[in-house]
């Protein structure tokens, strides 16, 4: 009985060998699972594209190390590289700053095109072109609002209309109109020392 037992499990014993030698030929799994850990990361990402648009190494590693989501830094001083006359420095600074990157590489990018002419890069990215002024003002704007999406919306629409408002009022009005208007809500205490 008992070798019948074993009789019955020879056939799968057998293949066994065979299946671990097959394993071990084909070890080309196991570089390739040493190469998955030398794939890109979001880190690499970052330092790689924060350098191509023309900041200095060590700042983009300590820039990309210090960011909650590398990736999004990265991709803000790239929109605003490519859709501006800004160097890639101040746009690291100000995306390294705000809490929603991204919206705010969206916010300059929008208000350069559509308020400032818009921008065409030269053909040497890297090399840093002198920094248009309005577009300086437009960059610390967007960074200063809370709501960078939004404050691009109100700068164009304001900036529509050339002859009551220049580029810059429109970019101070739109920043004011974020802060809360005490003259339309008076505050709690203001309005208990009336009732009295």
Not at 43 to 64: I, P
Not at 78 to 93: D, F, K, Y
Not at 161 to 166: E, V
Request: charged letters at 15%; one cysteine or more.
């Amino acid at each position: 009985m008992l070798l019948n037992v074993l009789h019955s499990y020879r056939p799968s014993l057998s293949l066994w060998p065979l299946s671990l030698g097959l394993l071990l030929w084909n070890g080309s799994l196991l570089p390739a699972l040493a190469d998955s850990a030398t794939d890109w990361n979001q880190f690499d990402v970052c330092v790689t594209d924060l350098t191509t648009s023309g900041v200095d190494g060590n700042q983009a590693k300590s820039a990309c190390a210090g960011a909650l989501i590398p990736k999004q830094l990265s991709e803000c001083v790239v929109m605003i590289r490519n859709g501006s006359p800004l160097e890639a420095t101040p746009a690291l600074q100000a995306c390294y700053q705000v809490r929603r990157p991204v919206d705010l590489g969206n916010c300059v990018v929008d208000i350069q095109n559509s308020v400032l002419g818009g921008y065409t890069p030269p053909a040497d990215a890297t090399k840093g072109v002198s920094s248009n002024d309005l577009s300086l003002l437009a960059l610390n704007s967007c960074r200063e609002s809370l709501l960078p999406g939004r404050h691009s919306e109100c700068v164009i629409a304001l900036s529509r209309d050339n002859t009551t408002s220049s580029p810059q009022i429109a970019m101070d009005t739109c920043l004011a109109a974020e802060d809360f208007p005490r003259d339309l809500f008076p505050t709690y205490s203001q309005t208990q020392e009336k009732a009295q």
